[in-house]
């Protein structure tokens, strides 16, 4: 049976080699990372999933967008927000992802995925909204 970390790596290949331009391999990132995070995380790495997945789920950013908002904040911040994040990070799993097809039906449960972590995390909502207004004046 694969780990957790295979099937992710299976999954980067495949949205890295996806055609569509709105770059799914970033929600992937976020998802996975936000849903994995631990005590030797990087703050960078938290914040930047947070962010992607607030700007996919609640303001209908594509992965290409979520990626140049990564891009802007790290040209321009260099200290990085500490997130407390909660044991249950969402029941829906890279595995369960992974498990769907390829296609049109993958794509959605990626979606789906980084719904399902977002609502997990829906404490970090207001520190990453004002995060974001701060810094690039995104509402």
Not at 11 to 19: N, S
Not at 64 to 83: D, E, G, I, T
Not at 106 to 127: H, K, M, T
Not at 128 to 136: D, G, I, K, Q, S
């Amino acid at each position: 049976m694969p780990t957790d970390e295979e099937l992710y790596n299976d999954l980067a290949y495949y949205t890295l080699a996806h055609p569509d331009p709105a770059f799914i391999h970033q929600l992937l990132v976020d998802a996975y990372t936000a849903q994995r995070a631990d005590a030797t995380t990087k703050p960078i790495a938290i914040t930047f999933a947070l962010i992607g997945l607030y700007l996919v789920v609640e303001k209908n950013f594509t992965g290409k967008q979520v990626q140049r908002v990564h891009m802007q904040l790290a040209r321009s911040r260099q200290m990085w927000p500490s997130f407390s994040l909660p044991d249950d990070r969402g029941t829906m799993t890279v595995g369960d992802v992974a498990s769907v097809p390829p296609g049109v039906e993958r794509d959605a449960a990626i979606y789906q995925w980084c719904a399902a972590v977002w609502e997990a995390l829906l404490g970090s909502r207001e520190s990453v909204a004002a995060l974001l207004r701060n810094e690039l004046d995104i509402r």
